[in-house]
């Protein structure tokens, strides 16, 4: 007996958990599939891909298992982050702007919300068709369309739960995607973003002092001052990257489009989540 399969025989389950837990995220709602259909549904991943998210379509079969960007454990860290930020979502209506490959949507129809909406638009063109075909595969009833951020508005129909996680920085109007995902919000909404270097913690200047300025007062140079640095060519590399905020204008930011800010979660220290509720207007 090998060693190898000795200590799997001694710590069975131990060493399954390890490698799923590694592998990407499992969905609750992936069958067990004969060969015939696993060749076929591992045949139109390949077709699709490559997929944004690494996540299990069915029973044995990751979307993105050759871990190429952004690797093979996205989203599962991301997920381990989010679920318990979450509301309670059973029977509500839920937004995921920007939603790529699909794995946040699927998630919140695996945890018992009424109707899922997941949009996404011209960055990833084969994200709302892979995000349909897990859907269909996955047997979970969400509805994914092409639609960019900018358009929410004409939705008639407002969510009580809006994710709005890696999409602030990729825009070229972000403020206008975040007007937007505020008129159709009745409740809450997730928001992710790179940041600009920070220490994990939120110290803001006066309300009194940054909302009515002067160019010439020493609160403009005041690193705790709300500032956008803007990218004209590419950030590491990426060309679809405009506008890295500091923490202090992802909050004032998130005001001013009509969202308060609650609990922050310094995931690094050059990215945050904010958990925000709607200020009715
Ligand atoms: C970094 S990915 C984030 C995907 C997912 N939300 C997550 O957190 O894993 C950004 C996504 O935003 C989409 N996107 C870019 N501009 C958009 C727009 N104007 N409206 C909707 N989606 C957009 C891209 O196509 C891409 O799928």
Redesign the pocket.
């Known amino acids: 007996m090998t060693i190898k399969r000795w200590f799997k025989n001694l710590f069975p389950s131990s060493v399954a958990k390890v490698r799923e837990e590694k592998y990407g995220c499992r969905m609750l709602s992936a069958r067990n599939v004969a060969d015939t259909e696993a060749r076929a549904i591992t045949a139109r991943v390949q077709e699709l891909g490559p997929w944004?998210?690494n996540y299990e379509i069915a029973s044995g079969i990751w979307t993105n298992s050759s871990g190429r960007f952004?690797g093979i454990e996205?989203?599962l860290g991301?997920w381990q982050l989010i679920e318990p930020l979450l509301p309670n979502v059973k029977g509500k209506s839920c937004l995921?702007?920007?939603?790529?490959?699909g794995?946040?949507s699927l998630k919140l129809k695996e945890l018992g919300a009424a109707y899922v909406l997941g949009?996404?638009?011209?960055?990833?063109?084969q994200?709302i068709e892979q995000a349909q075909f897990a859907a269909r595969t996955l047997g979970l009833d969400v509805d994914f369309r092409i639609?960019?951020?900018?358009?929410l508005g004409t939705l008639a129909k407002k969510f009580d739960v809006i994710?709005?996680?890696?999409?602030f920085y990729?825009?070229r109007h972000p403020l206008v995607?975040l007007e937007a995902a505020h008129a159709v919000c009745a409740g809450s909404m997730i928001f992710?973003t790179i940041t600009m270097p920070h220490k994990k913690k939120l110290s803001e200047l006066d309300p009194a002092t940054i909302t009515n300025v002067h160019r010439d007062s020493s609160t403009m140079s005041d690193d705790r001052f709300p500032a956008l640095r803007f990218v004209e060519g590419t950030l590491d590399g990426d060309v679809?990257c405009w506008f890295i905020p500091n923490l202090q204008a992802v909050a004032a930011i998130l005001r001013s489009c009509g969202f308060q800010p609650g609990q922050m979660t310094f995931t690094t220290e050059k990215e945050i989540i904010v958990s925000c509720s709607v200020i009715r207007r």
């Open positions: 944004f998210h952004p996205y989203p991301r995921d702007v920007g939603c790529s490959s794995f946040f949009i996404d638009f011209e960055q990833q063109p994200a639609m960019s951020a900018y358009d994710l709005f996680m890696g999409l990729h825009l995607a992710q679809t």
